[in-house]
């Protein structure tokens, strides 16, 4: 049997060709966005009526939102959900929250925070509410401005999403917020700084919702951090975080683009050549 000669141009082509091929087996962090109002007469919108918001579970999240939601919550794979109902799950920094899976903690500097149900009589939330689904008038979330949520879990997640009430009703468009993905001590590639769209195109109804989602395919994340932060005049734009799921990724088996194709068969090509036979 003739030996394999491996030809020295070929190199480069093969390992263009490998770096491509493991390239297109990940994927950045894709986000997942929608917001919407309330109707203007809402209870959700009347932040200048104490005890009057939240009451009789009359806030809800709109049906595009909820769809949204859904839609993304269908390529989750085995996903858990907080939605901070039991008592045990509204302590932040005990491992209470997904059922023992993670810990929740507010960061040095970030204000208001707390859990908070409705309705609370003489009391308003100021646009915040629940929206947890049937949770009607008695369920709880968790609100806080001015800094920082880390959600730290035992185990590494590729899918993390929430809905997030009353953002954006501040003056100027209220404060921004983002979101960033860790593994360990590093930063997912990709997965910092993510813009919570909403202020992009600033809210200006109390009693707004967003949802937020992301899912970073190949690029497992264990930490999460929720970030609020002053943007001009809207210093205390208060936030609700409610309905946080966390899962994996159902995504179908890469498919090499046509130029790795290409270039991976070249390569093998010339790695395969046999030396011609002397007559």
Not at 171 to 191: C, E
Request: a negative charge; glycine letters at 12%; charged letters at 10%.
């Amino acid at each position: 049997m003739l030996p394999f000669r491996i030809h020295a141009a070929a190199i480069p082509l093969f390992l263009a060709g490998a770096a491509l091929a493991a390239a297109s087996a990940t994927a950045a962090p894709i986000v997942t966005f929608a917001q919407g109002l309330p109707n203007t007469t809402h209870p959700c919108a009347l932040e200048s009526a104490p005890g009057q918001n939240n009451q009789q579970g009359l806030c809800q999240v709109p049906t595009a939102v909820s769809q949204t939601r859904a839609t993304w919550l269908s390529n989750v794979v085995a996903p858990s959900f907080e939605e901070f109902e039991s008592a045990a799950s509204r302590q932040l920094g005990t491992a209470v929250q997904f059922g023992g899976k993670a810990t929740m903690t507010l960061d040095s500097g970030a204000s208001g925070s707390g859990f908070y149900s409705n309705p609370l009589v003489g009391t308003t939330f100021l646009g915040r509410f629940n929206t947890t689904n049937g949770g009607g008038s008695t369920g709880w979330w968790f609100e806080f401005a001015n800094g920082s949520v880390t959600i730290r879990f035992q185990s590494s997640i590729e899918a993390f999403g929430f809905y997030l009430t009353d953002p954006g009703d501040e003056s100027g468009g209220g404060a921004a917020a983002s979101v960033s993905l860790f593994n360990g001590q590093a930063a997912v590639s990709g997965g910092s700084n993510l813009a919570v769209a909403g202020n992009q195109a600033p809210l200006t109804a109390n009693g707004s919702v967003l949802f937020f989602g992301v899912t970073s395919d190949g690029n497992p994340f264990d930490r999460v951090t929720l970030t609020v932060s002053p943007s001009g005049t809207g210093s205390n734009d208060f936030v609700g975080l409610d309905s946080l799921i966390v899962g994996n990724v159902n995504a179908a088996t890469p498919v090499p683009t046509p130029g790795t194709l290409a270039l991976v068969s070249l390569a093998l090509l010339g790695l395969l050549r046999r030396p011609h036979a002397k007559r």
